[in-house]
């Protein structure tokens, strides 16, 4: 057992509640702080994914050239809003520089070993009688239509078996015994059977009670407007209803993390990529497997009963509008793939939307900062935040026990950019 420490969370997300959840079976005491009422988070609504089969960052060759394409369709799976920001044009012209194979290629261990982690850390979150969230290893299915995305995804394929992640490349045959009803129209795929899914709903709700029972402290609806600093520490967290001071802090803001430390002076660039996400409660039909429908861009869950459709990711800064014409685009696709499955456009209200943290190489930040000796960050998990969320908070228990951790993060420096 470590040396008991009272330690603040900022930021009541998947993140947070992860870090405080391994923090809190340490013996330390934690206090989460967040703006928000904690009832709609940016893992809540999202696609449920665990996946080790996503070793490859956002920033990848070629990202750039398909970017630009889609920018001109409103219907398209991604796009970034032109506007002269400087914190903007500053994390694109670095998401230029890390979209090289160079990067890619040093990048994909890491990502590998922190997704395995968080994967087995799952498992074993899900035995918790306290935690029920429909935790599944089913394994994904990449879907392709065309020949040009299946010789793509079966590249893809190679460099995860040369990882150590098991893919199996399908013929369109394969795919229909994986989904006999459904039969979708595709040239072929890719399956990961060590990929699984859960219900991010009831994670996110149940581990909250079960932190909030075993004594974590959860303060909501509080603004953090900035820090004083004493002897090269953080000394006190400086909210819109009071100062809190701890020994050890760790932000967790997700989109919102570059402002919360602005007033410290800290370079964390991280843009905000909207997604947005449809469940069906009772579908007519369902799907055997988590599948990815790889030309679109759209994910699609089965958890526990329902059908989470998903899918975009739209840079246009800080704001929850809904796109709807996004949406639409997400809707239409489905039936491309599985023409049985015809889905109605929902109304604004049914569509939920999350900011996910993007930083401009694709990597998370996970670290200690070598400015503040008592500051920890973790964000910039882009689409990953739910799927590696047990594994950042076992590696922020580390930091903080100043153990050393057990995967390698040097590449997730939060220092990178300063």
């Keep these: 057992m470590s040396t008991q420490k009272e330690i603040i969370i900022v930021g009541g997300g998947v993140i947070g ?25 940016c893992s809540i609504g999202n696609a449920g994914m665990i996946v080790p089969s996503h070793f490859i960052p956002l920033a990848a060759p070629g990202m750039i050239a398909q970017g630009i394409q889609w920018m001109f369709n409103s219907e398209s799976p991604f796009y970034v809003k032109p506007r002269f920001d400087f914190d903007f044009l500053s994390w694109g012209l670095k998401f230029y520089k890390a979209a090289n194979a160079s990067k890619v290629e040093r990048a994909m261990p890491a990502l590998r070993d922190i997704s395995l982690l968080s994967r087995r850390l799952f498992e074993e979150l899900s035995t918790e009688p306290e935690l029920k969230f429909a935790f599944e290893g089913k394994g994904l299915m990449m879907l392709c239509k065309s020949d040009q995305a299946l010789e793509e995804e079966a590249h893809v394929a190679q460099l995860s078996n040369e990882l150590g992640i098991e893919a199996q490349l399908l013929s369109r045959e394969e795919v229909w015994k994986k989904e006999p009803e459904l039969k979708p129209e595709v040239a072929g795929g890719v399956f990961f059977p060590g990929d699984a899914h859960c219900y991010p709903n009831a994670f996110v709700k149940h581990l909250q009670q079960v932190l909030q029972k075993r004594g974590v402290k959860i303060v909501q609806n509080t603004k953090v407007n900035g820090f004083t600093i004493k002897n090269a520490k953080v000394d006190a967290i400086i909210t819109d209803k009071e100062h809190f001071r701890a020994d050890e802090i760790i932000v967790a803001g997700g989109s919102w993390s570059p402002e919360i430390v602005k007033t410290l002076k800290l ?36 958890m526990a009963g329902k059908l989470r459709v998903g899918g975009t990711m739209e840079i246009a800064g800080i704001n929850t509008e809904i796109n709807m014409k996004r949406v639409g685009g997400i809707i239409k696709s489905v039936p491309d793939y599985f023409p049985s499955m015809m889905l109605q456009m929902p109304e604004p209200e049914q569509v939920w939307s999350g ?7 694709g990597l998370p930040y996970i670290g200690r900062s070598e ?20 594994a950042t908070g076992l590696l922020i228990n580390s930091l903080v026990n100043k153990q050393s951790t057990c995967v390698n993060i040097d590449l997730f420096s939060p220092d990178r950019y300063n």
């Design 355 to 361: 900011l996910r943290p993007c930083s401009p190489d």
């Design 371 to 390: 400015k503040y000796k008592n500051l920890i960050i973790a964000t910039g998990h882009a689409m990953m935040g739910l799927s590696l969320a047990p």
């Design 267 to 302: 370079n964390i660039p991280v843009q905000a990529g909207k997604g947005y996400s449809i469940t069906l409660d009772q579908p007519v039909i369902n799907l055997n497997y988590p599948s990815i429908l790889c030309e679109a861009r759209v994910a699609m869950t089965p």
């Design 17 to 41: 509640l992860c870090s405080a959840y391994y923090l809190n079976k340490e013996g330390h005491q934690v206090t989460i702080i967040d703006k928000s009422d904690m009832q709609n988070s």
